[in-house]
C-alpha cells in the first residue's frame, strides 16, 4: 500500500462492487462477515445513530427501519433486542442489490415475522418509505460526490432521519484487519475486501466535507465510536 498513513480514501473498488459475479463465493463471503462483524463491533455505531434519531423523534412506540446494503443482515439483531428490551413494535426491511445477500438474510431471519427482505437499490428508494433508512458500511463504496448523493437519497426516503455506521480509516484498523481476514477466511472476497474497506473509510475531516455538501437543509451529525467506527445521523 504507498499511502501507509492512509491519508486519502482509497478509490479502487472492492471486488463486492462487481455485481455481475458473486454465486457461492460471495453468499460465503456474507457468512465469514458475520464472524468479522461481530469481532469488530459493526452493530454498535449503526445502531447508536438508530437510537440518537428515536429520542430526537420523542421515543415513538412503532418504528418502521429500512437497512440499505444489508448483506447476510446480521447487525440487525441488535437492533431487534434494543427494541424488545425498549417495548417498541418494530418493522424491519432489509435490503440489498444482491441476490446472494437476500438469500443470506432471508435464511438468518426466517422465523421473524416483522423482518422482510427486498432486493433494493438505495437509489431508487421513495420519499418517505420508512421511518428511519439505515446503513452500515455502505457509504465506503462510494467516491465523494456519490457518498453525498447516497445520504440526500437515505433522507428523502425516511420520515424521522438516516442513521449510519461506517470506518475509521487508520493503519491501526488497516493492520487489524488485514491480520484478521487471514485468520479467519481464506475467502477472495473477505481477503481483498476487508483491508480495502479501511482504506475507503472515513476520517472526521471527511464527515465535515460531506455535511458542507449536503443540500435542502439536511443536517449531519458525527460521534467517533470504539473500534475505529463512526455513527452518523442525518435528518431535516
Not at 6 to 12: C, F, T
Not at 70 to 88: F, M, P, Q, V, Y
Not at 132 to 143: K, N, T
Not at 159 to 164: L, Q, T
Request: glycine share 8%; hydrophobic share 40%.
Amino acid at each position: 500500500m504507498a499511502d501507509l498513513q492512509l491519508r486519502k480514501r482509497a478509490l479502487r473498488p472492492e471486488l463486492m462492487d462487481d455485481h455481475g459475479t458473486g454465486g457461492d463465493a460471495l453468499r460465503e463471503a456474507h457468512r465469514h462477515l458475520q464472524r468479522l462483524n461481530g469481532i469488530f463491533g459493526a452493530a454498535g455505531p449503526v445502531l447508536y445513530a438508530v437510537k440518537r434519531l428515536w429520542h430526537e423523534a420523542g421515543r415513538p412506540r412503532q418504528l418502521s427501519v429500512l437497512d440499505i446494503g444489508c448483506g447476510a443482515g446480521d447487525i440487525n439483531r441488535s437492533l431487534l433486542r434494543w427494541a424488545e428490551r425498549e417495548g417498541i413494535e418494530l418493522h424491519l426491511t432489509l435490503s440489498d442489490l444482491t441476490e446472494e445477500a437476500c438469500a443470506e438474510a432471508r435464511a438468518l431471519y426466517q422465523d421473524k415475522p416483522r423482518v422482510t427482505v427486498r432486493q433494493l437499490d438505495l437509489f431508487d428508494l421513495r420519499p418517505g418509505e420508512a421511518d428511519i433508512v439505515m446503513a452500515s458500511q455502505v457509504l465506503h463504496h462510494f467516491d465523494e460526490k456519490q457518498v453525498a448523493e447516497a445520504v440526500s437519497a437515505m433522507v428523502r426516503g425516511a420520515r424521522i432521519g438516516c442513521a449510519i455506521g461506517d470506518i475509521h480509516r487508520h493503519p491501526v484498523a488497516w493492520t487489524a484487519v488485514w491480520l484478521v481476514t487471514r485468520l479467519v477466511s481464506r475467502n477472495r472476497y473477505i481477503r481483498h475486501d476487508g483491508p480495502l474497506s479501511v482504506a475507503k473509510g472515513f476520517r472526521a475531516a471527511d464527515w465535515r466535507r460531506l455535511r458542507d455538501k449536503l443540500q435542502d437543509g439536511v443536517k449531519l451529525e458525527y460521534a467517533w465510536r470504539p473500534l475505529f467506527r463512526y455513527a452518523c445521523w442525518a435528518r431535516k
